[in-house]
């Protein structure tokens, strides 16, 4: 089992700016992909906006954060970041982390409770 437990999230200001973590523990695997989901409204899905892969750190952005987020990780605290600039009221949502293993889903992976964030404008 692996554990994701996020932090980090609050109430800002559009165009604010905060930074989002998770702490994975458990069980460690060597190649994964770490993930930043959010949920912007109840019923709808969570969205993908960024991903890592953890030993090799390529990244992938969702268009709409493109410039504006950045995730990155820190192996020695096992735990991945997501930077959060220039914020816009309609990314008011739940972000959740997540984990999987190379070649399965995310549906399929591990999950962290989430984080809200509030932008107001």
């Known amino acids: 089992q692996v554990q994701l437990v996020e932090s980090g999230g609050g109430s800002v200001q559009a165009g604010g700016s905060l930074r989002l973590s998770c702490a994975a523990s458990g069980r460690t695997f060597s190649s994964r992909y770490m993930g930043w989901f959010r949920r912007q409204a109840p019923g709808k899905e969570r969205d993908l906006v960024a991903s890592i892969h953890w030993n090799i750190g390529n990244t992938y952005y969702a268009d709409s954060v493109k410039g504006r987020f950045t995730v990155y990780r820190d192996n020695a605290k096992n735990t991945v970041y997501l930077q959060v600039d220039s914020l816009k009221p309609e990314e008011t949502a739940i972000y959740y982390c997540?984990?999987?293993?190379?070649?399965?889903?995310?549906?399929?992976?591990?999950w962290g409770q989430g984080t809200q964030v509030t932008v107001s404008s």
């Open positions: 997540a984990a999987r293993d190379v070649g399965s889903t995310w549906l399929s992976g591990y």
